[in-house]
């Protein structure tokens, strides 16, 4: 096997958490026979270090397929609130969930806007205790006053409820930390399935694949030559 052929094995090896045998690797002339060896080893496994890998992969085949993002531009130290569609935000958000069929991080609010929301509860809970404080004991005025940090309590929500729509900034933003997150969102999920779907298996070696040599999705397909049709050495 050359250089192309034996750095696509290490990084399945390192997606899927397995070791390929050398008289394994040998056999190898296809797409579909990596296919086939990494579905023999992973099989009814459960690996969370693989699923993390999975995550990503799944991750960056959705942005790409579904949102046409330069599959370029999506690195594990890259930001998403880059290189994610700005137009819409929360709306392919959504999509993205429900296509990943995934709990994921909500979005929040930009800084500039936080702050102001931080401020205005302050200002509403914070500030009306105290002027109740005053106005009961200095002033002996009705102890009823106290219900007003409450009400600046709900004056809060509602002013967060309001802001929903501005909520379009992604936390962690940076795709290897966002991956993680949605690996904690849905360990409960993840580790009570048994076992790799085949079919997810295969979309992730294609991924590797298309990301170690530079080839398009497309291109790949399980009858695909390692050598005669994809160039691999």
Known sequence: MGLDSVEILVNVENAFGIT???????????????HSIVWRNVQGRQSMRCKSQQLYYKLRHALITKFRVDKDAIELNASLNEIFPKANRRRLYRKLEKGLQL????????????????????LLIIG??????????????????????G????LTIFFSNLLDSVRI????????????TVLALNYATLIQQNGANRKEVELIINNVIAETIGLELHEIAPEKKLQDDLGID
């Open 20 to 34: 390929i045998a050398n008289f394994e690797a040998e056999k190898i002339t296809t797409v579909g026979d990596i």
């Open 103 to 122: 709990k994921l991080p909500p979005l929040v609010l930009p800084a500039a806007w936080e702050i102001t929301l931080r401020v205005t509860g302050l």
């Open 128 to 149: 009306t205790l105290v002027c109740s404080l005053i106005m009961t004991n200095l002033f002996n005025y009705t102890r009823w006053l106290y219900v007003l940090p």
């Open 151 to 154: 009400l600046g309590i709900l």
């Open 169 to 180: 900034v992604f936390k962690p933003d940076i795709v290897k930390d966002y991956t993680q």
